[in-house]
């Protein structure tokens, strides 16, 4: 069985940072993108950012970009999201989510609340 598990949300201050990692179990994942998404209250869930479960190039919304980093920890098997400079606006909850390259199989996660107080 597939699982995508998100840990790290909470409560920040604005200004300050956290990580996100998404734990990732049940197939090979070799083949897929790997990304993070995040829906606010009231709003269609966005695309966040995205890179290769083998690693390489990454992609990100321009509202993160310059402030977000995707990272897989080979040691953890995760992908990781490391959010600075977090702004009241990037209160969200954020999705783990793994599409594979061909086709249209794809997984989310459950989400972790993240909260940037102002």
């Known amino acids: 069985q597939v699982q995508l598990v998100e840990s790290g949300g909470g409560l920040v201050q604005a200004g300050g940072s956290r990580t996100l990692s998404c734990a990732a179990s049940?197939?090979?994942?070799?083949?897929?993108?790997m990304g993070w998404f995040r829906q606010a209250p009231g709003k269609e869930r966005e695309f966040v950012a995205s890179?290769?479960?083998?690693?390489?190039?990454?992609t990100y919304a321009d509202s993160v970009n310059g402030r977000f980093t995707i990272s897989r920890d080979y040691a953890k098997n995760t992908v990781d999201l490391q959010m600075t400079s977090l702004k009241p606006e990037d209160t969200a909850v954020y999705y783990c989510?793994?599409?594979?390259?061909?086709?249209?199989?794809?997984?989310w996660g459950q989400g972790t609340q993240v909260t940037v107080s102002s």
């Open positions: 049940g197939r090979t994942f070799s083949n897929y993108v």
């Open positions: 890179m290769m479960w083998s690693g390489g190039s990454t």
């Open positions: 989510h793994a599409r594979r390259i061909v086709g249209s199989t794809n997984y």
